[in-house]
T-cell receptor, first 113, second 115 residues
Framework: NAGVTQTPKFQVLKTGQSMTLQCAQD?????MSWYRQDPGMGLRLIHYSVGAGITDQGEVPNGYNVSRSTTEDFPLRLLSAAPSQTSVYFCASREGTARGKLFFGSGTQLSVL | AQTVTQSQPEMSVQEAETVTLSCTYD???????LFWYKQPPSRQMILVIR??????QNATENRFSVNFQKAAKSFSLKISDSQLGDAAMYFC????????????FGAGTQVVVTP
């Protein structure tokens, strides 16, 4: 049972570099989402998707892009990393039902220097 | 817009004692879900307990129980018989009941358990 798999677990970037955080789930979940976690602010929603080809912005979308070409994968792209994007990033997925439980990946610690 | 407020940045409890974490929220919905998540140092997000707003009975899971006060928009978590393994960050979260409802989190409360 893989669940939600995030890679990498740790990453250090220089300001202006680009990178993609990978997220994959093997539970055939329609709903997938990305959160960032910062001290004193809890987890905040960046982007989410309710199915292949459908994405929407969350609370803090600026500086991030997403796409959903398959049900399984939901990558998060940082086009030009900034120090303000230093954070822990979580991918999560669930069934598209009212009672669907949210499953989280193990997180990615990203530092932007 | 909904907001979730956890006013206690840190709570300390001795082993075998009880600690209560506070959470308040703001919503105009009549039906919704509330959650408590635990995040140990491993960073893993673990669902502790879930409450459905239309159920008046407070949810319980072993040593964890909630006090859900709908009119006051309050959702506190009680950890009884605290154990060292309970040391973690605890997040309160809210979600609407529609199929695509987004989970909204509070800032978190760090629980420290002392021997």
């Amino acid at each position: 049972n893989a669940g939600v798999t995030q890679t990498p677990k740790f990453q250090v970037l220089k300001t202006g570099q680009s990178m993609t955080l990978q997220c994959a789930q093997d539970m055939n979940h329609e709903y997938m989402s990305w959160y960032r976690q910062d001290p004193g602010m809890g987890l905040r929603l960046i982007h989410y998707s309710v199915g292949a080809g459908i994405t929407d912005q969350g609370e803090v979308p600026n500086g991030y892009n997403v796409s959903r070409s398959t049900t399984e994968d939901f990558p998060l792209r940082l086009l030009s990393a900034a120090p303000s994007q230093t954070s822990v990033y979580f991918c999560a997925s669930r069934e598209g039902t009212a009672r669907g439980k949210l499953f989280f990946g193990s997180g990615t610690q990203l530092s932007v220097l | 817009a909904q907001t979730v407020t956890q006013s206690q940045p840190e709570m300390s409890v001795q082993e075998a004692e009880t600690v209560t974490l506070s959470c308040t929220y703001d919503t105009s919905e009549s039906d919704y879900y509330l959650f408590w998540y635990k995040q140990p140092p491993s960073r893993q997000m673990i669902l502790v307990i879930r409450q459905e707003a239309y159920k008046q009975q407070n949810a319980t899971e072993n040593r964890f129980s909630v006090n859900f006060q709908k009119a006051a928009k309050s959702f506190s978590l009680k950890i009884s018989d605290s154990q060292l393994g309970d040391a973690a960050m605890y997040f309160c979260a809210y979600r609407t009941t529609d199929s695509w409802g987004k989970l909204q989190f509070g800032a978190g409360t760090q629980v420290v358990v002392t021997p």
